[in-house]
């Protein structure tokens, strides 16, 4: 294996590889299959399954078998066996998806390396329902979208489809995703309207034979704005019947059609506690609508009002007192941290507090808190630190915010396309390391490319040695992010009206108070953090008895959550021996130092990696660096004001002045990134 490594690192030297430009993503083994492929039934999923096998396959015979066997009672409908069997392996399924699934991880094994002779192979999903939630709008705008346009092009929907359309469900087959709300939660009445829903059923038909069933976000006051009603109350008869009247159009354009995602009373939109009416009392009426056709209401507990002093609070306070009145169809979906996907936040107490009803997890692949599509940032670590809080047999799903646009690398940054493909994995099997996952990427997404990746301990310089950084450098951006933006459990201290950049000094007249940035760091002299315990809010009370003391006592609290739980000293002393503000310090200057890293690790993959992709990482690198100094500067000079102290010598010195900093205003909105030549003009 060394002799052939160096082979291939001299063949690299004098053949630079070819450009690429990402649209493939992780599907990007060749497609000059040589293997026979036979399957005992035919249909569209079938079909697909097979020809994915006959352009991809380079192996021993493969026989796909729509059967029911021994093992169908454990794996299901989307479950599958796949064996080696002499010269031949053979995948078996109960269901049409499952043979789907298994040709895809066949493809996987192959282009990962992975020993295919003798393989005695069971997988089924953890889930039945593996969602992403598309924030996208009519107007093709994206909210928290960072990679171009939406991919639904409703303008020219019905008529015409993009041949991205099936690329889309393609590449969500492959890692087992199987459904997709297409547009946002801050939903139009008008998807529901006529002429959108034949929009919508073109969609759903090209989604179909990837084993994809569409979903759509509702307006609750569609019976209103849409039908013409005096009111959208869940019990009043006509607003039932407008529901009925229009679900029942639904499924018969979509007979397949999956259900309804909600956003209720929350950031106003509408909701039935308008009308003095509960959350499951709205979420029932449509449950009730949705279930002679098996259809499903995904209820969102993404709620906050000023009724309690303490934001992360609110999802806990109006949900757990409605534990058990929700119907068996309706599934409370909520974000896994309890205040909004900062980079760092304690799991939502409100897991685990509803043991009557059935809840869902809502991760956030779009990075709308850590950098856009500007900056590195793996996030299966962030999500597996979740699922060490939550139990995943505790859940019944899993919904992702999509990361997904027009751009041709798809998601805006090559490495977002991890993102993607980690919360797919992770959908179908949330005990995977995050190790493992990173693994499988790189080696498909660089797999055409001369980094040659092996399974060699050797240490030695070489593509060897490099692929380890490369995963190491995936493995390890997440916590660089956090150290560079909000350490310690602080959060939500970014820019007004986009979340891009530090602000921690935000104040705009007239706002409310749990959309400033103080609301939630608390800066004074005295010290610095939100007291969320018995002597403050008293949040942590919402947490099990053992978490409780944990977090209640500044002693035993973690530092990565001290700031989300205490108001701390400034002088506090910290884990490491050192003062809360040093510890601050070093904690920012950390983060900094490691995306230089990242740099340094990703320009040794020059040679090895094709031109095109190469410099737009690069390119992306070098925008995280200044932000990370910007964040870095920002937040020490903006504290320090409070502490008193003075940043301690070892730390590499601000290279702004504060006043400057503070004149930074960012000219985007929540549904772009900035480029590069806006943030070098920001000073």
Not at 21 to 28: A, K, M, T
Not at 129 to 137: A, K, M, Q
Not at 346 to 353: E, I, R
Request: net charge negative.
């Amino acid at each position: 294996m060394k002799k052939l490594t160096i082979l291939l690192l001299a063949i690299c030297f004098l053949h630079p590889a070819l450009a690429e430009d990402g649209s493939r993503l992780w599907l990007r083994h060749s497609l000059d299959g040589s293997a026979a492929v036979t399957c005992n039934k035919q249909s569209p999923i079938l079909d697909i399954a097979s020809a994915e096998l006959q352009k991809g396959w380079k192996g021993v015979p493969v026989a796909l078998n729509l059967q029911r066997s021994k093992d169908s009672r454990v794996l299901g409908e989307e479950g599958y066996a796949i064996r080696t069997d002499g010269q031949k392996i053979t995948i078996t399924s109960a269901g049409e998806r499952g043979l789907l699934y298994g040709a895809f991880h066949l493809l996987r094994l192959q282009d990962t390396g992975a020993d295919l002779s003798r393989l005695d192979i069971k997988e089924h999903p953890a889930y039945d329902l593996r969602i992403l939630n598309h924030w996208d709008n009519l107007d093709r705008s994206v909210e928290r979208g960072y990679a171009g346009q939406s991919l639904w092009d409703w303008e020219s929907l019905p008529a015409t489809l993009s041949p991205r359309y099936a690329d889309y469900a393609r590449a969500n087959a492959s890692i087992g995703i199987n459904g997709t709300v297409v547009n946002n939660v801050n939903a139009s009445s008008q998807i529901l309207s006529d002429e959108y829903l034949q929009k919508v059923r073109a969609l759903a038909n090209v989604f179909r034979p990837y084993g994809i069933r569409t979903y759509l976000s509702i307006n609750f006051a569609s019976p209103m704005q849409l039908g013409g009603l005096p009111t959208a109350d869940p019990l009043d008869k006509d607003v039932i019947a407008w529901w009925k009247k229009r679900i029942k159009e639904i499924y018969r354009l979509i007979p397949d059609f999956g259900g309804f995602l909600v956003k209720a009373n929350s950031e106003g939109q509408p909701g039935p506690c308008d009308f003095d009416r509960t959350h499951a009392e709205g979420a029932n009426m449509l449950a009730d609508a949705l279930k002679p056709y098996k259809g499903i209401v995904m209820w969102r507990a993404f709620v906050y009002s000023p009724t309690d002093a303490d934001r992360a609070k609110q999802a806990y306070l109006e949900f757990q007192p409605l534990d058990g009145q929700f119907r068996d169809n309706v599934i409370v979906q909520i974000k896994n941290g309890p205040v909004d996907f900062q980079p760092r936040e304690p799991y939502s107490p409100l897991f685990g507090a509803m043991p009557k009803t059935a809840q869902m997890v809502e991760f956030q692949i779009t990075q709308e808190y850590l950098g856009f599509s500007n900056h590195l940032a793996f996030l299966a670590p962030m999500w597996k630190e979740f699922f060490g809080f939550v139990p995943p047999a505790s859940l019944k799903a899993m919904a992702g915010v999509a990361n997904i646009g027009t751009d041709t690398n798809w998601c805006g940054h090559h490495f977002a396309q991890a993102n993607w493909y980690a919360f797919g994995r992770l959908a179908w099997n949330p005990t995977l390391s995050s190790e493992g996952i990173a693994d499988e990427w790189l080696k498909q997404t660089f797999n055409n490319a001369e980094l040659q990746m092996t399974d060699s301990e050797e240490t030695a310089s070489g593509p060897e040695a490099l692929y380890s950084d490369l995963k190491q450098m995936m493995l390890d951006s997440r916590e660089a992010v956090v150290d560079y933006m909000m350490p310690l459990g602080l959060h939500h201290i970014f820019a007004w009206g986009h979340h891009y950049g530090p602000e921690p000094w935000c104040d705009v007249p007239g706002a409310r108070p749990d959309w400033m940035p103080s609301y939630y760091h608390k800066a004074d002299k005295a010290g610095i953090g939100f007291d969320r315990t018995h002597t403050g809010s008293n949040g942590t009370a919402q947490y099990p008895d053992a978490l409780c003391r944990l977090y209640d006592d500044i002693a035993t609290c973690p530092d990565a959550y001290l700031l989300w739980f205490h108001h701390a000293p400034w002088q506090h002393r910290m884990h490491t021996g050192r003062t809360l503000w040093d510890e601050l310090c070093y904690r920012y200057d950390h983060g900094v130092q490691q995306v230089r890293e990242f740099q340094k690790i990703w320009d040794k993959a020059e040679p090895y990696i094709d031109r095109e992709r190469f410099q737009a990482v690069q390119s992306r690198l070098k925008i995280q660096a200044r932000d990370a100094v910007w964040w870095k500067d920002a937040c020490l000079l903006y504290f320090r004001e409070f502490s008193g102290m003075p940043i301690p010598a070892d730390i590499e010195r601000p290279i702004h002045e504060l006043d400057d900093l503070k004149q930074v205003k960012l000219p985007i909105h929540n549904h772009e990134r900035p480029s590069a030549k806006m943030l070098n003009e920001r000073r």
